[in-house]
């Protein structure tokens, strides 16, 4: 059974950092792109950042250049969110999600097929 687990999430304040952790099972992660999005309380999810299969291409939303890094370990079988410099209007359920291509398109949730449960991200002083 293919499922993708989320974790790392938690309280942070403002300025502080967090590693989110999806880790893949039931399948081999290295066939796949993978994609972090989030989603905030009255808001539709968005696209944070996604990276191809072999981890060299990588795209993130303007308002996480600079701020989140997004990388894999494929013999792990796991992929990674890094965010510093976290700000309140980060604070959302985070979900990592696959699908079985070298390349993500658009790097919107419609292309992905294979979804965790999500981590909550609060960013709060």
């Known amino acids: 059974q293919l499922q993708l687990v989320e974790s790392g999430g938690g309280l942070v304040q403002p300025g502080g950092s967090l590693r989110l952790s999806c880790a893949a099972s039931?399948?081999?992660?290295?066939?796949?792109?993978i994609g972090w999005f989030r989603q905030a309380p009255g808001k539709e999810r968005e696209g944070v950042s996604c990276?191809?299969?072999?981890?060299?291409?990588?795209v993130y939303a303007d308002s996480m250049k600079g701020r989140f890094t997004i990388s894999r370990d494929n013999a792990n079988n796991t992929a990674y969110l890094q965010m510093n410099s976290l700000k309140p209007e980060d604070t959302a359920v985070y979900y990592c999600?696959?699908?079985?291509?070298?390349?993500?398109?658009?790097?919107?949730?419609?292309?992905?097929?294979?979804w965790g449960r999500g981590t909550q991200v609060t960013v709060s002083s």
């Open positions: 039931g399948f081999t992660l290295t066939y796949y792109a």
């Open positions: 999600a696959a699908v079985a291509s070298n390349y993500y398109h658009s790097c919107s949730f419609s292309e992905f097929a294979s």
């Open positions: 990276i191809s299969r072999s981890g060299a291409s990588s």
